[in-house]
């Protein structure tokens, strides 16, 4: 166990479905991250969110809507999506937030991903 | 602006032989540079950091990396492989204040 838990493991959907992906560090980090894993393509930063402030999103479609109850939580509500957004959704903690700390201290700790199809 | 690398997207080495990864970065400050391994069906675990302290970093599983400003690259070695280091490598590199960038991926086979 890396510390960092993400539910489902496996999610199929249909494009018209809602469904949440649920991530949660037991760590007591200050910053929780969402990144999407494509085939072939790098790391795609999502949304960063800092003690539950949501500090960063990366011109995310509004299909996806993050939330963060709690420093510790970090959900990710999903709808209406396309086939081209099935790929592996990584959540990540860090002590520091980006911009704060050292940048050497900005470690992340990763899940094991929920790996999304859309049908 | 910063950016990074990875200028193989694929490695194939054999059972007990060295590996090498290379990576090469660009930034408009002192970096922060990472290596972090992602094995199938799992999340990704750091390897090793060089934070401007010394050059030559040692992470776990026997990996090592060297930091060189003049060639601004970060290549990570093995002296040996081993079947369980099959898995994909990435390169990040980290500006000043801590926001990340990732390579697209070293997938690396071990061959018995």
């Known amino acids: 166990e890396t510390g960092v838990t993400q539910t489902p493991r496996h999610l199929v959907m249909g494009m018209t479905n809602k469904k949440s992906l649920k991530c949660e560090q037991h760590?007591?980090?200050?910053?929780m991250y969402w990144y999407k894993q494509s085939a072939k393509k790098p790391l795609e930063l999502m949304f960063v969110?800092?003690?539950?402030?949501?500090?960063e999103n990366n011109s995310v479609p509004s299909r996806f809507s993050p939330e963060c109850p709690n420093s510790s939580h970090l959900f990710l509500h999903l709808h209406t999506l396309q086939p081209e957004d099935s790929a592996l959704y990584l959540c990540?903690?860090?002590?520091?937030?980006?911009?704060?700390?050292?940048?050497?201290?900005?470690?992340?700790?990763f899940g094991a991903g929920s790996r999304l199809t859309v049908l | 602006a910063q950016s990074v690398t990875q200028l193989d997207s694929h490695v194939s080495v054999s059972e007990g032989t060295p590996v090498l990864l290379r990576c090469n970065y660009s930034?408009?400050?002192?970096?922060?540079l990472f290596w972090y391994v992602q094995h199938p069906n799992k999340g990704l675990q750091l390897l090793l950091k060089?934070?401007?302290?010394?050059?030559l970093v040692k992470g776990i599983n026997g990996f090592e990396a060297e930091f060189k400003k003049s060639e601004t690259s970060f290549h990570l070695t093995k002296p040996s492989a081993h079947m369980s280091d099959a898995a994909e490598y990435f390169c990040v590199v980290s500006d000043n204040w801590g926001k990340l960038q990732f390579g697209a991926g070293t997938q690396v086979v071990v061959t018995p």
């Open positions: 969110y800092n003690f539950k402030e949501q500090t």
């Open positions: 990540a903690s860090s002590q520091y937030p980006p911009g704060e700390g050292a940048s050497g201290a900005n470690v992340l700790t």
């Open positions: 930034s408009s400050y002192s970096p922060s």
């Open positions: 060089y934070t401007s302290a010394a050059t």
């Open positions: 760590l007591g980090h200050n910053a």
